[in-house]
């Protein structure tokens, strides 16, 4: 008898201890590539259409648009997706973050503050012209 509940308690015991391990589980990363190609698109195609935009108003319009995309993007996906991202991954996307966010200030900064080349103010201004008379004169 006592061999018996001896046996018992050891094989509960033994699968006690079988059903606590951990299983390795597949990590299905599919969504997280396709996360990670779809933001990486994107962010270079708005850092190119930045980079050649033609006043303020499309400037604005591209950055506003580029935000609700990538808003959109990434609550297309489960959450945490972005967790399954590898760390090259984030890298690349850390990357090309960078990219646009220079772009997208160098850009606005040429179009709010434009460089004018001296060549092209005009030679005859009258104020100019008025000066330099009056310290010729004396």
């Known amino acids: 008898m006592k061999k018996t ?10 699968l006690c201890i079988a059903g606590c391990s951990k299983e390795k589980k597949y990590v299905d990363r599919s969504d997280a590539k396709e996360m990670f190609e779809r933001i990486c698109k994107l962010t270079s195609d708005y850092t190119e259409i930045l980079a050649n935009s033609a006043d303020s108003l499309s400037w604005a319009k591209a950055t506003s648009e580029y935000e609700e995309k990538l808003d ?3 609550f297309s996906f489960p959450p945490d997706t972005d967790l399954l991202l590898t760390e090259g991954q984030n890298d690349t996307i850390h990357s090309l973050m960078l990219a646009y966010i220079k772009a997208r200030d160098e850009r606005i900064h040429e179009i709010l503050y434009p460089v004018v080349a001296v ?15 009056a310290n010729v004169s004396q």
């Open 5 to 14: 509940i001896f046996i018992a308690v050891i094989s509960i015991a033994s």
């Open 72 to 74: 959109k993007i990434n």
């Open 119 to 133: 060549d092209s103010l005009v030679d005859g201004d009258s104020i100019i012209v008025s000066e330099t008379a």
